[in-house]
């Protein structure tokens, strides 16, 4: 799906803003769907943060402190791949995962990210870790029985899942890894230290999945709601692939709001008895933050407590063009995008 934007110029400021507000905000869920060819690309990003809190000169200190770890690849990979790199058992790990969310998506390819960063100190260690997994989504739009139709129903159940099972890659340099688990990067770094917490209360937290994505099965009347945001500045858009779409729609989770509601990060706390000392283990998961764009005008529709969005390539005469409340990042991101397009027209006419 590609955009071709023409809009005016005058907002380098919010360029500029836009850029440091990209850098710094992660989303948790991303996604630009096409009903024109029944497909989509997706982010789903997990996060954690794992603190061990340990008494100084303890044998987990001695272990840990002064130890600065990083662990970072990317893989791709499809369903039938025969290789060894585990990315065709992690693609069906996903796809049973939209079977369970009762979605009929699937993926065939994917590409994943991992990031797992460890700094010992002499009375505490942080481990902090992000999963990426960008997957191509096929079989978005759902069957009605009727052809000809102007609109398309586009399945948004997708949204919410959870790999609730270990996801183990063979990463170059690295080895194979369950990069699902938090347990899994101290298994490669330090198996004798992931051992002692096994048999522990602690040992829950290093099992909690971390491509859990319930929070973003928030009720899709709960997200905030634009539709044609590049339009608004008096620009046009082009779509491929869309059936003649020339707006879209975009759907935003993560600020917080009156109608929304407040979004936290998730804590979650143990005590365990290491070789004779306790250590406090403490996870932190950030606060949802999404985005769903769909080529095409859309509303979102609940029935039978499944949502979906019914999608025509027009938007209806006199609706409203917002929910009101859009997140501030979003809108920096398009003013950004406008004006980046707007210099670089300036530029190609003083050549």
Known sequence: MKYFITVPSGILAVLLISVFVTQAYAADLSSALDPGTDSGQASFVGARTVTL????GSPLAQALDGQTQR????????????????????????????????????????EVSYSGVLRGGPTSTIISYRVDIRPTLESIVLPTGESGQAAQVVDLEWRGIVINEPLVVNAPDVGQININYPIGLLQALY??????????PARD?????????????????????????????????????????????IYSLGESSLREGTHTIEEQEATATVDGANVNVQATTPPPSGQIQIA?????????????????????????????????QVLLVLGGMMGAIAIFILFKSRK
């Open 53 to 56: 809190e340990y008494p100084a």
């Open 71 to 110: 662990v970072e690849f990317s893989l791709n990979g499809t369903a039938t791949d025969q290789n060894n790199t585990g990315m065709s058992e992690l693609i069906a790990a996903l796809n049973r995962a939209f079977i369970e969310a009762e979605s009929p998506v699937q993926a065939s390819q994917a």
């Open 191 to 200: 198996p004798d230290v992931a051992q002692k917490f096994e048999n522990t």
């Open 205 to 249: 937290i290093f099992y909690q999945p971390i491509l859990n994505l319930e929070a973003f099965n928030t009720p899709m009347s709960s997200w905030h709601f634009l539709f044609d945001p590049v339009g608004a500045y008096g620009g046009s858009v082009g779509l491929e692939g869309t059936g003649g779409a020339n707006v879209i729609s």
């Open 296 to 328: 095409g005008y859309s509303s979102a529709e609940e029935s039978g407590g499944a949502w979906h969005a019914v999608v025509t390539a027009e938007a209806p005469e006199g609706v409203q063009t917002s929910t009101g409340g859009f997140p501030i």
